[in-house]
């Protein structure tokens, strides 16, 4: 229920950002990178509204990944039961009640973003957050991926807390081929990240890229980035 409500918030943000792809991808074939990606929600947005040519699709929760098995049998379209990071390795994986917080980071109960967030779910005072813990495989996504593949139109990331880790598995020559990185980032203090948005430019910044687009995220400290390639 959470997720849908947030989508129906989200509207008219997704409109705005499905209006700046529109205008700088045209009407090519395009290749698409979509890491984290929940219930298939970026999948749906670049299927109806672009000319897809490959999809690569990345989600660790093991019940997400077979749900988008199912959901998207297409040929072009490839799903990977992996999370991605800087480095091969295992991770644990915190799975949230509500599922699109699931976050590899830890969570600082104790901030008051956290206790609005439980009572927007309209969750008791001991009922607990997260409600398992999986095991997954990351992967690095120049190793896994970018080496193989001439152009990437899309990179997008959604990973409550890991972008930065991310992107800092990919290797300068690999960033050359990205044309678009579409990710989103949390002010709020919630999650436990290491790390600050000024992180995340700089190292966008040394590797070509410049903001190109940002839409802050209704009722909460969230901002949605688009850089673009120089």
């Known amino acids: 229920m959470f997720s849908i409500i947030i989508n129906l918030i989200d509207y008219t943000n997704k409109k705005k950002i499905l209006n700046f792809f529109k205008k700088n991808l045209n009407d090519k074939l395009i290749n698409v990178i979509d890491i984290g990606?929940?219930?298939?929600e970026t999948i749906n947005f670049f299927l109806k509204n672009f000319n897809i040519k490959k999809l690569f699709v990345f989600e660790p929760n093991k019940n997400l990944?077979?749900?988008?098995?199912?959901?998207?049998?297409?040929?072009?379209?490839?799903?990977?039961?992996?999370?991605?990071?800087?480095?091969?390795?295992?991770?644990?994986?915190?799975?949230?009640i509500d599922s699109s917080s699931s976050t590899i980071n830890k969570i600082n109960m104790n901030t008051d973003y956290f206790k609005r967030k439980k009572k927007f779910l309209t969750l008791k005072k001991n009922t607990p957050y997260f409600v398992d813990v999986q095991e997954i495989n990351i992967i690095n996504l120049s190793e896994f991926i970018l080496n193989k593949e001439d152009r990437i139109d899309v990179?997008?990331?959604?990973?409550?807390?890991?972008?930065?880790?991310?992107?800092k598995g990919i290797n300068k020559l690999d960033f050359k081929k990205i044309n678009f990185i579409y990710f989103e980032h949390h002010y709020d203090l919630m999650i436990d990240k290491g790390y600050k948005f000024s992180d995340i430019n700089k190292l966008l910044r040394v590797n070509n890229f410049t903001l190109r687009y940002k839409v802050r995220m209704k009722f909460r400290?969230?901002?949605?980035?688009?850089?673009?390639?120089?």
């Open 65 to 96: 990944y077979e749900f988008l098995i199912k959901k998207f049998p297409q040929k072009n379209i490839f799903i990977f039961n992996y999370g991605a990071g800087f480095k091969k390795e295992k991770k644990k994986l915190n799975i949230s």
């Open 155 to 167: 990179l997008k990331i959604d990973t409550e807390g890991y972008e930065f880790n991310i992107l």
């Open 37 to 40: 990606a929940h219930k298939g």
């Open 221 to 230: 400290k969230s901002f949605e980035y688009i850089y673009g390639s120089n």
